[in-house]
Protein backbone atom coordinates (compact mmCIF):
# COMPACT_ATOMS: atom_id res chain seq x y z
CA UNK A 1 0.00 0.00 0.00
CA UNK A 2 1.52 3.61 -0.87
CA UNK A 3 1.28 6.34 1.48
CA UNK A 4 0.54 10.01 0.45
CA UNK A 5 0.64 12.54 2.60
CA UNK A 6 -0.66 16.12 1.59
CA UNK A 7 0.75 19.40 3.33
CA UNK A 8 0.48 23.25 2.75
CA UNK A 9 -2.93 23.77 3.97
CA UNK A 10 -3.76 26.53 6.17
CA UNK A 11 -5.80 29.54 6.79
CA UNK A 12 -5.41 32.06 3.48
CA UNK A 13 -7.07 35.70 2.81
CA UNK A 14 -9.32 35.99 -0.45
CA UNK A 15 -6.88 37.06 -3.26
CA UNK A 16 -4.28 34.91 -2.07
CA UNK A 17 -2.05 32.13 -2.85
CA UNK A 18 -1.05 29.03 -1.79
CA UNK A 19 0.71 25.77 -2.79
CA UNK A 20 0.17 22.39 -1.43
CA UNK A 21 2.18 19.27 -2.06
CA UNK A 22 1.58 15.67 -1.59
CA UNK A 23 4.47 13.45 -0.78
CA UNK A 24 4.24 10.14 -2.21
CA UNK A 25 6.30 6.87 -1.23
CA UNK A 26 5.59 3.16 -1.24
CA UNK A 27 4.88 2.30 -4.66
CA UNK A 28 6.26 4.00 -8.56
CA UNK A 29 4.70 7.39 -8.45
CA UNK A 30 6.17 8.59 -11.73
CA UNK A 31 3.91 5.54 -13.38
CA UNK A 32 0.38 6.90 -12.15
CA UNK A 33 -1.41 9.93 -12.63
CA UNK A 34 -2.50 11.56 -9.99
CA UNK A 35 -5.78 13.49 -9.09
CA UNK A 36 -6.82 16.44 -6.44
CA UNK A 37 -10.28 16.24 -5.12
CA UNK A 38 -11.23 18.36 -2.28
CA UNK A 39 -14.48 18.80 -0.35
CA UNK A 40 -16.36 21.79 1.64
CA UNK A 41 -16.94 21.55 4.80
CA UNK A 42 -20.63 19.50 5.45
CA UNK A 43 -20.05 18.89 1.27
CA UNK A 44 -19.68 16.22 -0.89
CA UNK A 45 -16.83 15.53 -3.00
CA UNK A 46 -15.32 17.56 -5.82
CA UNK A 47 -12.68 16.58 -8.34
CA UNK A 48 -10.66 19.34 -9.32
CA UNK A 49 -7.70 18.72 -11.70
CA UNK A 50 -5.33 15.06 -13.25
CA UNK A 51 -2.35 15.49 -14.28
CA UNK A 52 -0.61 12.32 -16.29
CA UNK A 53 2.13 10.83 -14.87
CA UNK A 54 4.44 12.61 -17.34
CA UNK A 55 3.46 15.93 -16.35
CA UNK A 56 1.45 16.40 -19.65
CA UNK A 57 -1.51 16.82 -20.61
CA UNK A 58 -3.14 18.13 -17.38
CA UNK A 59 -7.07 18.30 -17.13
CA UNK A 60 -8.85 20.76 -14.87
CA UNK A 61 -12.82 21.20 -13.91
CA UNK A 62 -14.35 23.27 -15.67
CA UNK A 63 -17.58 23.90 -14.00
CA UNK A 64 -19.20 27.22 -12.42
CA UNK A 65 -16.59 28.42 -9.80
CA UNK A 66 -14.26 26.24 -11.28
CA UNK A 67 -9.92 26.42 -10.50
CA UNK A 68 -9.27 26.46 -13.90
CA UNK A 69 -7.13 29.34 -14.39
CA UNK A 70 -6.57 29.88 -11.18
CA UNK A 71 -5.36 26.57 -9.63
CA UNK A 72 -2.42 24.94 -11.53
CA UNK A 73 -1.38 21.01 -11.15
CA UNK A 74 2.15 19.61 -11.27
CA UNK A 75 4.68 16.97 -10.58
CA UNK A 76 7.93 16.29 -9.83
CA UNK A 77 8.74 12.57 -10.41
CA UNK A 78 12.35 13.24 -8.99
CA UNK A 79 10.89 14.01 -5.58
CA UNK A 80 7.93 11.74 -5.82
CA UNK A 81 5.58 14.68 -4.81
CA UNK A 82 2.45 16.59 -6.52
CA UNK A 83 1.76 20.00 -5.92
CA UNK A 84 -1.50 22.32 -6.47
CA UNK A 85 -0.73 26.28 -6.66
CA UNK A 86 -3.71 27.87 -6.00
CA UNK A 87 -4.38 31.84 -7.04
CA UNK A 88 -7.04 34.04 -6.59
CA UNK A 89 -8.38 32.19 -3.95
CA UNK A 90 -11.63 32.31 -3.15
CA UNK A 91 -14.27 31.52 0.09
CA UNK A 92 -15.65 29.00 -1.93
CA UNK A 93 -12.06 27.42 -2.21
CA UNK A 94 -13.01 26.55 1.24
CA UNK A 95 -12.43 22.80 1.72
CA UNK A 96 -10.32 19.72 2.68
CA UNK A 97 -7.72 18.71 -0.51
CA UNK A 98 -6.55 14.97 -1.21
CA UNK A 99 -4.50 13.88 -3.59
CA UNK A 100 -5.11 10.60 -5.22
CA UNK A 101 -3.40 8.06 -7.73
CA UNK A 102 -5.89 7.10 -10.80
CA UNK A 103 -5.96 3.64 -10.83
CA UNK A 104 -7.70 1.55 -13.90
CA UNK A 105 -10.56 2.69 -15.63
CA UNK A 106 -10.01 6.44 -14.28
CA UNK A 107 -10.91 5.40 -10.59
CA UNK A 108 -9.23 7.37 -8.10
CA UNK A 109 -7.26 5.76 -5.07
CA UNK A 110 -7.38 8.05 -2.08
CA UNK A 111 -4.77 6.98 1.16
CA UNK A 112 -7.01 5.75 3.49
CA UNK A 113 -4.33 6.42 6.07
CA UNK A 114 -4.43 10.41 5.29
CA UNK A 115 -6.77 13.42 6.10
CA UNK A 116 -6.46 15.48 3.25
CA UNK A 117 -5.13 19.04 4.01
CA UNK A 118 -7.38 21.94 4.64
CA UNK A 119 -7.24 25.51 3.30
CA UNK A 120 -9.36 27.82 4.94
CA UNK A 121 -10.11 31.30 2.76
CA UNK A 122 -11.19 33.94 5.23
CA UNK A 123 -10.43 37.42 5.90
CA UNK B 1 -20.07 17.52 -18.22
CA UNK B 2 -22.01 14.34 -16.88
CA UNK B 3 -24.03 15.02 -14.13
CA UNK B 4 -24.68 12.35 -11.63
CA UNK B 5 -27.19 11.71 -9.35
CA UNK B 6 -27.94 9.19 -6.55
CA UNK B 7 -31.07 7.62 -4.56
CA UNK B 8 -32.06 7.38 -1.82
CA UNK B 9 -29.83 10.55 -0.26
CA UNK B 10 -30.10 8.52 2.94
CA UNK B 11 -31.24 5.44 4.34
CA UNK B 12 -31.39 4.25 7.73
CA UNK B 13 -30.94 0.06 7.83
CA UNK B 14 -30.38 -2.14 10.78
CA UNK B 15 -26.73 -4.77 10.96
CA UNK B 16 -27.31 -7.62 8.42
CA UNK B 17 -29.63 -5.94 5.67
CA UNK B 18 -29.31 -5.75 2.57
CA UNK B 19 -28.62 -2.11 1.47
CA UNK B 20 -29.19 -0.88 -2.75
CA UNK B 21 -28.06 2.27 -3.43
CA UNK B 22 -28.86 3.75 -7.43
CA UNK B 23 -26.49 5.84 -9.13
CA UNK B 24 -27.55 7.71 -12.67
CA UNK B 25 -25.22 9.89 -14.88
CA UNK B 26 -26.99 12.20 -17.34
CA UNK B 27 -25.33 10.33 -20.61
CA UNK B 28 -24.11 7.08 -21.00
CA UNK B 29 -21.12 6.10 -19.40
CA UNK B 30 -20.48 2.78 -20.22
CA UNK B 31 -18.82 0.99 -17.18
CA UNK B 32 -16.68 3.66 -16.26
CA UNK B 33 -18.47 4.10 -13.10
CA UNK B 34 -16.46 3.54 -9.14
CA UNK B 35 -17.95 3.49 -6.21
CA UNK B 36 -16.65 5.01 -2.98
CA UNK B 37 -17.00 4.73 0.71
CA UNK B 38 -16.12 7.59 3.42
CA UNK B 39 -16.38 7.74 7.10
CA UNK B 40 -16.48 10.79 8.96
CA UNK B 41 -13.12 12.52 9.32
CA UNK B 42 -11.50 10.37 6.91
CA UNK B 43 -10.36 10.35 3.28
CA UNK B 44 -12.41 8.32 0.79
CA UNK B 45 -12.13 4.78 0.07
CA UNK B 46 -12.54 3.13 -3.09
CA UNK B 47 -14.63 -0.06 -2.89
CA UNK B 48 -15.84 -0.69 -6.71
CA UNK B 49 -14.25 0.23 -10.25
CA UNK B 50 -15.39 -0.35 -13.47
CA UNK B 51 -18.98 -0.48 -12.49
CA UNK B 52 -18.78 -3.84 -10.99
CA UNK B 53 -14.91 -4.78 -9.93
CA UNK B 54 -13.71 -4.85 -6.09
CA UNK B 55 -11.18 -3.15 -5.43
CA UNK B 56 -8.48 -5.06 -3.43
CA UNK B 57 -9.04 -5.49 0.21
CA UNK B 58 -13.08 -4.63 0.12
CA UNK B 59 -15.00 -7.45 1.73
CA UNK B 60 -17.18 -9.47 -0.59
CA UNK B 61 -20.29 -8.78 0.95
CA UNK B 62 -19.77 -5.15 -1.36
CA UNK B 63 -20.94 -5.49 -5.11
CA UNK B 64 -21.74 -3.31 -8.37
CA UNK B 65 -23.54 -3.64 -11.27
CA UNK B 66 -24.91 -1.52 -14.35
CA UNK B 67 -23.81 0.10 -17.16
CA UNK B 68 -24.68 2.98 -19.55
CA UNK B 69 -26.82 4.99 -17.33
CA UNK B 70 -27.40 3.47 -13.84
CA UNK B 71 -25.54 1.79 -11.73
CA UNK B 72 -26.28 -0.05 -8.25
CA UNK B 73 -23.83 -0.88 -5.43
CA UNK B 74 -25.32 -3.16 -3.09
CA UNK B 75 -24.32 -4.02 0.24
CA UNK B 76 -25.37 -8.01 1.73
CA UNK B 77 -25.27 -8.86 5.28
CA UNK B 78 -24.59 -4.90 6.45
CA UNK B 79 -22.25 -5.13 9.30
CA UNK B 80 -21.50 -2.05 11.83
CA UNK B 81 -18.51 -0.76 10.19
CA UNK B 82 -20.70 -0.20 6.73
CA UNK B 83 -22.28 3.22 8.16
CA UNK B 84 -21.15 5.72 6.51
CA UNK B 85 -21.75 7.82 3.13
CA UNK B 86 -21.04 6.16 -0.41
CA UNK B 87 -20.48 8.27 -3.21
CA UNK B 88 -20.07 7.00 -7.41
CA UNK B 89 -17.99 8.83 -9.24
CA UNK B 90 -17.80 8.75 -13.15
CA UNK B 91 -14.10 8.48 -14.98
CA UNK B 92 -15.71 8.35 -18.61
CA UNK B 93 -14.72 11.98 -19.32
CA UNK B 94 -13.43 15.07 -17.39
CA UNK B 95 -14.71 16.74 -15.56
CA UNK B 96 -15.07 13.37 -13.33
CA UNK B 97 -18.05 13.99 -11.34
CA UNK B 98 -19.09 12.75 -8.29
CA UNK B 99 -22.22 11.92 -7.18
CA UNK B 100 -24.27 13.38 -4.00
CA UNK B 101 -23.60 10.87 -1.98
CA UNK B 102 -26.06 8.56 0.04
CA UNK B 103 -25.43 8.43 3.86
CA UNK B 104 -26.53 5.02 5.57
CA UNK B 105 -27.69 5.31 8.81
CA UNK B 106 -27.94 2.88 12.21
CA UNK B 107 -31.88 2.30 12.32
Known amino acids: QGRLVESGGGLVKPGGSLRLSCAASGFIFSDYYMNWVRQAPGKGLEWIAYISSSGSPTFYAEYADSVRGRFTISRDNARSSLYLQMDSVRAEDTAVYYCATEQDYGAVDFDSRGQGTLVSVSS | DIQMTQSPSSLSASVGDRVTITCRASQIISTYLNWYQQKPGKAPKLLIY???SLQSGVPSRFSGSGSATEFTLTITDLQPEDFAIYYCQQSYSTPRTFGPGTRVDIK
Open chain 2, 50 to 52: AAS
